[in-house]
């Protein structure tokens, strides 16, 4: 009889062991309104914090930004190194200035290399002309670039040759 099942009483309802209601009591345990709706609010909050510091490198690697490089230029190259920054070459019509022209308008900032005596002719072979430096940011996530600009290279090369290098920075 260590199972006792339930036996009706005079008026036909049934009678339940006194083991069996003290289960029923510890399976009805309640949580009060409002402690849920605490818990609810706290579980929110950890999951914004979470969600704030995922969401920026998340995003720039589904967008990653891209940088500014003049039409008609063709890369040359692309270098990916383990540490340092990662960097393109490439190769344009375009005269060293109207380089350095377009990444002012791209807003960065270029430092002009002073013109050698007997000008600037390609005679006087490969030169550079203008280091320019810029930031571009998207989504609180930005990137810093550097260009060194240099002309003078033979019709197949160039005659414009540019390297473009990409930094990664956190905007604040």
């Keep these: 009889m260590a199972d006792q099942e339930p036996t009706g009483d005079a ?3 049934p009678q339940v062991s006194g083991r069996h209601q ?12 409002v402690v849920a709706l605490v818990a ?7 999951g914004a914090v979470i969600l704030m510091r ?13 940088l500014p490089v003049p039409r008609g230029s063709q ?18 019509s375009l005269s060293g200035l109207e380089v350095a022209g377009f990444y002012e308008k791209e807003g960065g900032s270029c430092r002009y290399t002073p013109v050698p005596p007997g000008g600037s002719e390609s005679t006087l ?3 550079s002309v203008a280091l320019c430096t810029g930031k571009k940011s998207h989504a609180g996530l930005g990137v810093a670039w550097e260009v060194y600009i240099g002309e003078g290279y033979s019709e197949a090369e160039g005659p414009t040759v540019f390297r473009l290098y990409k ?3 956190e905007v604040k």
């Design 75 to 92: 890369e040359i190259e692309h270098v990916k190194p383990q540490k340092g920054p990662e960097y393109w070459i490439y190769h344009t």
């Design 11 to 13: 008026q036909g309802e």
């Design 54 to 66: 995922v969401a920026g490198p998340l995003y720039g690697l589904l967008f990653p930004i891209d």
């Design 40 to 46: 609810m609010v706290v579980a929110v909050a950890i």
């Design 22 to 33: 003290e289960e029923q009591r510890h399976s009805r345990f309640e949580v009060p309104v």
């Design 167 to 169: 930094y990664s920075s």
């Design 125 to 127: 072979g490969p030169r």
